[in-house]
């Protein structure tokens, strides 16, 4: 990990100067009904702050709380079901848990909401595309954000995996979406990237993307990957998403080896051992 790279969020920076350091792990927290691995779980406001505090307990150093599923085919939600959904939860979950919160949405409605509440980070899938106001809003609050790669929609972006070269192309859309954040006057040390897995990608491109992850720290910005459960790796495994834990933590144990600095992940318990081992074998 490199010896400059800060990431600041609202109150709270993470310094990966240490290159033996182990990634941070974001703790994936879904309140929908119709996401692709734990939807219809978390949808109680109280069962949502019980997992919250589950995988803070398990050493999770963001929880990443998302109330609009962005898996391929999902239909769209308004900014008012998506508050509706979120809300009650959210008010809870920053009451009561002391790490960092991100706030998986695209639209700058409910991302405002979120930072009055205090939310520290936007996770933003369409790498601030989607609403020409999201950018704005951050800037605002001085919050973090992940700018991530997808095109389209959830509706469209399975059909839009044509690339002429994968990585070139996802990088330079990815700088699209960074020239954004710092146009509306974010810093440089607020942003994130993540490429997109699973995003406008078959599963081949998500393996190529692996592969040749070390390519995504030429900005010079944290790196944030969530292979997690995903279809692709069902692909290989021929397992549906809750039997897939051993593919994730494998996953998690070689993202980490090449470089990343946050894996955004279900499984926080089973990732942190897997990380701890992958730490003493490289360090």
């Known amino acids: 990990m490199s010896a400059t790279i800060f990431w600041k969020v609202r109150k709270k920076t993470f310094d990966f100067s240490n290159a033996a350091s182990t990634p941070l792990i974001m703790g994936i927290l879904n309140l929908t009904p119709d996401s692709f691995s734990d939807g219809g779980q978390f949808l109680d406001s109280e069962k949502a702050l019980l997992r919250a505090l589950e995988l803070e307990k398990e ?115 990815l700088e699209e979406s960074i020239r954004l954040a710092l146009a509306a006057g974010i810093s440089e040390e607020q942003i994130a990237i993540d490429p997109g897995l699973g995003f406008s990608k078959t599963a081949e491109q998500n393996f190529e993307i692996i592969r040749r992850i070390p390519e995504f720290l030429v900005f010079g910005r944290p790196v944030i990957v969530g292979a997690s459960r995903k279809s692709f790796l069902g692909k290989i495994t021929a397992k549906q998403p809750e039997e897939r834990i051993f593919a994730s933590t494998t996953m998690a144990a070689l993202l980490a080896e090449r470089g990343v600095h946050v894996l955004r992940v279900h499984d926080v318990s089973a990732t942190r051992d897997a990380l701890l081992v992958t730490k003493e074998i490289i360090r």
């Open 59 to 173: 050493g999770a150093d963001i929880i990443d709380v998302g109330a609009e599923s962005t898996r391929p085919g999902a239909i769209p939600v308004s900014a008012e079901e998506e508050c509706k959904r979120l809300m009650p939860a959210l008010d809870l979950i920053l009451k009561e848990v002391k790490i960092p919160i991100s706030l998986d949405t695209t639209k700058a409605k409910v991302a405002e909401l979120g930072l009055k509440k205090g939310v520290a980070i936007i996770n933003d899938v369409s790498g601030l595309k989607a609403d020409p106001e999201m950018a704005n809003v951050i800037q605002s609050y001085k919050a973090g954000v992940v700018v991530m790669h997808r095109r389209g929609t959830p509706e469209t972006m399975q059909q839009m995996t044509d690339y002429h070269d994968l990585v070139s192309d996802v990088l330079r859309e």
